[in-house]
């Protein structure tokens, strides 16, 4: 079965410091991947995703993430971090088309960014 | 952006009675929605997938006659909680997709966060 980590529980920075958010899957073939943000009280909005193509990939707010074959890694990348950043993030994956699961996402255990001004 | 909306965003039950959770897609039709469950400090699990004028789908190990899903139109599904128990306590999410079939993107409601007593 499909299974995504994020390593980070929680991770602090300080705001214009640059971050990244790591992500590993664990899957026989090229999942989709996706990058998600839950901040309290809304639902969860997509930063970027990955079908094919390009490996490195820009989202909204600022935010890019590097899909790395060799490594089945998805890291979340930004330069230059607001306050306004502060949520939790989510990485996630769906199997293609062409298996079973279209459409189901497997999500990682989230990553809580804490910024400090 | 496309919006879906859950009702209601919280509610505290008696243990052993039902629980009725809405789901609506308000500016897209949507044919394919997803129920998921987060409890604290961790990750979402779907629970089941629930496609319009048909029977959901549920993954392993989640009870059907428990979790009762309903979806009658393309813009609105229900997911029942059934003589809730304090186990049953959570944060219920749920997702929709469009009608245009496409992988691109799941949009996700604010949560209901349900606790049995």
């Known amino acids: 079965a499909q299974s995504v980590t994020q390593p980070d529980i929680h991770i602090t920075v300080s705001e214009g410091a640059s971050l990244e958010l790591r992500c590993n899957y664990s899957y026989g073939a090229t999942p989709y991947l996706f990058w998600y943000v839950q901040s309290p009280g809304q639902g969860l909005q997509l930063l970027l995703k990955?079908?094919?193509?390009?490996?490195l990939v820009q989202g909204i707010k600022g935010f890019e993430a590097e899909f790395k074959r060799s490594q089945s890694s998805f890291n979340l990348r930004k330069p230059s971090v607001h306050w306004s950043d502060a949520a939790e993030y989510f990485c996630?994956?769906?199997?293609?088309?062409?298996?079973?699961?279209?459409?189901?996402?497997?999500f990682g255990q989230g990553t809580i960014l804490t910024v400090h001004p | 952006g496309a919006v879906v909306s859950q009702h209601p965003s919280w509610v505290i039950c008696k243990s052993g009675t039902s629980v009725k959770i809405e789901c609506r897609s308000l500016d897209f039709q949507a044919t394919t929605m997803f129920w998921y469950r987060q409890f604290p400090k961790q990750s979402l699990m779907l629970m089941a997938t629930?496609?319009?004028?048909?029977?959901?789908?549920?993954e392993q190990g989640v009870e059907k006659d428990k979790f009762l899903i309903n979806h009658a139109s393309l813009t609105l599904s229900t997911l029942t909680v059934t003589s809730a128990h304090p186990e049953d306590s959570s944060f219920y999410i749920c997702?929709?997709?469009?009608?245009?079939?496409?992988?691109?993107?799941?949009?996700f409601g604010p949560g209901t966060r349900l606790t049995v007593l």
């Open positions: 990955y079908f094919s193509g390009d490996t």
């Open positions: 629930s496609n319009e004028g048909s029977k959901a789908t549920y």
């Open positions: 996630a994956v769906e199997l293609d088309a062409g298996g079973t699961s279209y459409g189901k996402l497997t």
């Open positions: 997702s929709a997709e469009g009608t245009s079939g496409s992988l691109d993107e799941q949009f």
